[in-house]
Nanobody, 126 residues
Framework: VQLQASGGGLVQVGGSLRLSCAVSGRTISSSTTGWFRQAPGKEREFVAA????????FYSRSIKGRFTISRDNAKNTVDVQMNSLEPEDTAVYYCAVGSGRLIRSSATMPSSYDYWGQGTLVTVSS
């Protein structure tokens, strides 16, 4: 199983970015796919996840409705649209896949995921 995250970059405060995660070797419609981020000196933090079994979506309260997760079954990709970016959103963003039946409390935990991408850096400048 391989995950390839892309779409990171440098953006100004209030700007937008769209991250994409291409998954191979695992069907995302039967998996839970999550996005996490890790800022320098901090622990990996949950951002958003979509459960494969029923498309339930979970978001971190810290993103305050600014991010939207979506998936394309035909392409086997999962994206996160990030709007109204703030300096606090600066981090390396990782995508991951796990069981298709994760409940919310499990979907927010990095240990629940089996495979991870390499990460893509998002830098928000003020």
């Amino acid at each position: 199983v391989q995950l390839q995250a892309s779409g990171g970059g440098l953006v100004q405060v209030g700007g937008s970015l769209r991250l994409s995660c291409a998954v191979s070797g695992r069907t995302i419609s039967s998996s839970t796919t999550g996005w996490f981020r890790q800022a320098p000196g901090k622990e990996r933090e949950f951002v958003a996840a979509m459960r494969g079994s029923d498309r339930s979506i979970f978001y971190s309260r810290s993103i305050k409705g600014r991010f939207t997760i979506s998936r394309d079954n035909a392409k086997n990709t999962v994206d996160v649209q990030m709007n109204s970016l703030e300096p606090e959103d600066t981090a390396v963003y990782y995508c991951a896949v796990g069981s298709g039946r994760l409940i919310r409390s499990s979907a927010t935990m990095p240990s629940s995921y089996d495979y991870w991408g390499q990460g893509t850096l998002v830098t928000v400048s003020s």
